[in-house]
């Protein structure tokens, strides 16, 4: 059964406007989630912190690094919560059924543990979509953030999913993200001559992340699409194995 899984990240990007701080977009989750409906195989949904976790992250300059500054990830940890609730309310509301999971919940010391494979795919085999996110997680050294991206691999390592898509609010990978007509659609390895645009609201790298974390879940043997989740076509069409986006093809080294 899951050799069958796919697991889904919803960027923040699709799910928040993220160029605004903490703003839902509503429509575009419910749209999601009717893509999500039709969809009838196994699924792990993963979502991204977008206008909310991003926000305060960047406010109080807090990312991958330690920090021991309890009163700052509160407020990460509060807004993470929020958009995860908003986001599987809709969710329910046109009965798509999940389960939620806090990733501080699933992870010990940067690590997620060998007996979530047997509750993810239970929860999996009773017909519930697991969903977590990106969020704040505690270890020995303080409080850090772990973005929905790395969650993806770490997931990947613990379930060999046949496929992962990356949903954001670009078609795909662009050699210049100001010319739309240099959409990548395979990228094979390292990448070094692309340019990135900066981004206000991200601290977890971007679609740097993105792509390195690609590029790692490919060399697991998995393959893995980024594609544009404003488009329910398109994200429809990747879920069911179409090529629409930039396709970075599993390759086991
Ligand atoms: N070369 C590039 N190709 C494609 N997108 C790029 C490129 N350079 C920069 N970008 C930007 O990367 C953004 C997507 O990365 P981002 O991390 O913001 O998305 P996300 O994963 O959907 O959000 P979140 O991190 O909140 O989950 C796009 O909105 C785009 O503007
Ligand atoms: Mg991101």
Redesign the pocket.
Known sequence: MVNKLTIL??????V?K?SRPLTFDANSVRNLSNVVKKFKEPLIIV????SF??YYAKRYRISDKPTKSTKHVVKIRDSMQLLNQKIIKIFHENHVNTFSFSPTSMYNNKKIPIDWKKILKKSISLNLIPVTF?DVLIANDGFYIH???LIVHDLCKLLNPKRVI?????D??????EDVSSLIPIINNNKNN??????HY?V????K??INQSLKIANLGIDVQITN?LNIKNLSKALNGEHVGTLFVGDNV
């Open positions: 990240k919803l960027g923040g990007s699709v928040t993220k979502h991204g912190a977008g976790g991003h990106g973005s929905g991206d990356f949903a954001s609010n670009i795909g990978i662009y050699q210049n993200p692309l340019k990135f645009s900066k981004l991200d977890t790298g971007g679609i992340t993105k989740g």
